[in-house]
């Protein structure tokens, strides 16, 4: 193992740290539990009401969060001021690698398949699919809205695909409709697993219990989300007509889902999920072809498949393979990388050191995890995402300085992103380190059995607020686990449940409403969209934490690992 020596402390620090190490009390306030987790939520609720009500911009409510938990943690919790600054600092490193070296890896190979045109022809290539309105909505916003998901997140999946559905015929406020609900059972492992690597780093427990336990979870959201978004476009007649393809769809996107989180990558789970649920509609629509929902555009004369429309070119069988080449040399190198003898040597490749300065016990003694920084450099999403990028570059004919310049724009676009979640992660680091997630957990932990129904409602109220699935795991994730230990429910299960039901909050957040209703020209209408959207959050919500309270029971339990 690779391991990373760190620099010699400052004066400043030795002198912190001979004063002794910080020990962490969740009833520092007041010596009671219920005041200091009353507390504690000040930073929480900071955010939530700047978003929520005062519709500030996300960078500066999680700044201004962060300000807060660092108040909080001197001045209530007794934290060093040093010390709390030092758990800031290690949790906006712990944003900025892995996190956000993953999402701009990721999204610059999406911005060069842009770029390059190729993503133009994917786009036409799945809305040549089939010219039945309900199966375009499964294969586009479903689909390949799921694999943008896996590449991109952070609303590139709403946006685009509800201008692709326009292109194709849509409405314009079912297009945002449907893009919306769509992008619920993939967010979880989006983004190359952003989310499920941040909740399985702030939780403190292994990345493959957690996301093993999330890939059993979001599966069955999207068992009948394709049924939903059918129901939606065409009604009761719709899933009459049309039940196949969605069964199909979802069922394989579910068991791909499954079977890639949990065993073989975290990764690569809403790539293959994705692909594979397209392929299953497409393979089902060739045993049946006079099915009406597999009604294909007629070939237009010329070189190859047409476009979803007469005002596009003709793709040829060319352009199509270039288009899908990036996604095979993606799945290539990350199923490369999960090779038992390849992958033990990439593992041991790390960086693993103590932050500098950090010295915090936890209340029973013992150092705390927020102390200990670990980064696999090889083997992490975002180094990988550069390898298969490079490859990417070299066929399709991009140059190594557009590559770099591309590389360079989309740090630039992402650049209050980075700012957000950096201070997200620097916001529950504070948190965690100075004792005030504990306090809170422990006072939720009050609700007892009820806890595993209420999980993802916690889950799914911080992401209706944040917009992202990442912040609301950064910033619950622990307090899942304390409040599961407390209350005796399984911790892996808490936890995933957090993300699982954050998936349901993301269609009623203010940022994906705003991205749906600027790109289908409906500026203004967030709050027409939100009533269209709200019942199928919340109904799906209530089946959700009904199949998680049943997991944390024997009727239910064997279906976790």
């Known amino acids: 193992m690779t391991k990373w020596s760190a620099p010699p402390l400052s004066s400043d620090t030795l002198t912190a740290l001979a004063q002794g190490p910080y020990q962490q009390d969740p009833e520092a306030v007041g010596g009671s539990l219920v005041t200091s987790a009353m507390v504690s939520m000040l930073p929480l609720a900071t955010v939530f009401v700047l978003l929520g009500v005062f519709r500030l911009k996300a960078q500066w409510a999680a700044l201004s969060g962060l300000a807060v938990a660092l ?26 690698f892995p996190i956000l070296w993953i999402v701009v890896n990721a999204l610059w190979v999406y911005n060069m398949t842009v770029s390059t045109g190729h993503f133009d022809v994917l786009r036409r290539s799945f809305g040549a699919l089939s010219s039945d309105t309900r199966t375009q909505a499964i294969l586009v916003a479903f689909c390949f809205g799921g694999l943008l998901e896996a590449l991109a997140g952070f609303g590139a999946p709403v946006a685009i695909t509800a201008v692709m559905l326009i292109a194709l015929g849509f409405d314009k406020l079912k297009a945002a409709v449907i893009a919306l609900v769509a992008n619920t059972a993939p967010v979880a492992f989006g983004a190359m697993g952003v989310p499920v690597i941040t909740l399985a780093r702030v939780s403190g427990l292994p990345l493959d219990q957690v ?38 769809g979802g069922v394989v996107f579910a068991l791909g889902q499954f079977l890639t989180s949990n065993f073989v990558s975290v990764e690569l789970t809403d790539i293959v999920a994705s692909l594979a649920g397209a392929l299953a509609i497409v393979g089902l629509a060739r045993l049946r072809p006079g099915a009406a929902w597999a009604a294909r555009r007629p070939a237009r004369v010329g070189a190859g498949t047409a476009g979803p429309d007469d005002g596009e070119p003709a793709d040829t069988p060319r352009d199509i393979r270039l288009a899908y080449l990036p996604y095979v040399v993606i799945v290539a190198v990350f199923a490369l990388a999960q090779i038992p003898g390849l992958k033990g040597v990439l593992d041991s490749l790390k960086l693993a050191f103590d932050w500098p300065g950090m010295a915090v016990l936890d209340p029973q003694g013992e150092p705390h995890s927020s102390t200990a920084y670990t980064l696999t450099w090889v083997s992490t999403a975002g180094t990988l995402m550069v390898v298969a990028a490079v490859i990417i570059a070299a066929l399709l004919g991009v140059s190594a300085r557009r590559a770099l310049r591309i590389w360079g724009e989309t740090v630039h676009d992402l650049r209050w992103a980075i700012v957000t979640v950096t201070s997200v992660l620097a ?46 795991n950064a910033l619950f994730g622990s307090l899942q686990v304390t409040a599961a230990n407390s209350a005796g429910l399984p911790p892996d299960l808490l936890a995933a449940a957090n993300s699982s039901g954050g998936v349901l909050g993301k269609m009623l957040s203010p940022q994906n409403l705003t991205i749906a209703c600027v790109a289908v020209k409906l500026e203004g209408q967030e709050g027409v969209l939100l009533r269209r959207v709200i019942g199928w959050s919340l109904g799906m919500l209530v089946v959700l934490s009904a199949i998680i309270a049943l997991q944390a029971t024997p009727v239910l339990g064997w279906m976790l690992p």
Do not use: K
């Open 211 to 248: 996301s093993s336990v999330v890939g059993r979870q979001t599966p069955l959201l999207a068992l009948f989300v394709p049924l939903v978004l059918v129901f939606i476009v065409d009604g009761v007649r719709g899933i009459r007509e049309a039940w196949q393809p969605a069964l199909a």
């Open 71 to 96: 108040v909080v943690a001197v001045a209530g919790f007794a934290m060093p001021a040093g010390q709390a600054l030092l758990a800031a600092s290690h949790g906006a490193f712990f944003g900025l």
């Open 427 to 472: 916001l529950a680091y504070v948190m965690n380190a100075s004792a005030q997630t504990t306090a809170i957990g422990l006072l939720i932990a009050g609700a007892g059995g009820a806890l595993a129904f209420l999980s993802p409602v916690l889950g799914w109220f911080a992401v209706a607020v944040t917009g992202s699935d990442t912040s609301a």
